[in-house]
């Protein structure tokens, strides 16, 4: 079993900057897809970035909306994973999940079904 907590959700101005984090307790963490997935008011759950399982850094993966201005992360060490988001739009607007799976090799996956683990969501809201 994983928990993962989220963090770092706000209040921002169009073009600012957040950087939200996941901790994760439990299993091995390091042997875990992990994946960053959105959902606004009326809209459905969106993939945002995935980061693959590795010992040092991994395989990232972005949906096209956010390429460019956010950057997946992780620090096995600290069973973290980070997103860090630039140049914020309104439209990022929504609660943001972190999601986890394992894995047995270098896989990512951009789809939430493939996904076993989530959290709880966090809110960012980017005013115009």
């Known amino acids: 079993q994983v928990q993962l907590v989220e963090s770092g959700g706000g209040l921002v101005q169009a073009g600012g900057s957040l950087r939200l984090s996941c901790a994760a307790s439990g299993r091995t963490f390091s042997r875990y897809c992990m994946a960053w997935f959105r959902q606004a008011p009326g809209k459905e759950r969106e993939f945002v970035a995935a980061i693959s399982w590795s010992w040092s850094g991994g395989s990232t993966n972005y949906a096209d909306s956010v390429k460019g201005r956010f950057t997946i992360s992780r620090d096995n060490a600290k069973n973290t994973v980070f997103l860090r988001m630039n140049s914020l739009k309104p439209e990022d607007t929504a609660v943001y999940f972190c999601?986890?799976?394992?894995?047995?090799?270098?896989?990512?996956?951009?789809?939430?079904?493939?996904?076993?683990?989530w959290g709880q969501g966090t809110q960012v809201t980017v005013s115009s």
């Open positions: 999601a986890a799976t394992p894995v047995s090799g270098n896989y990512l996956y951009t789809v939430g079904a493939a996904y076993e683990y």
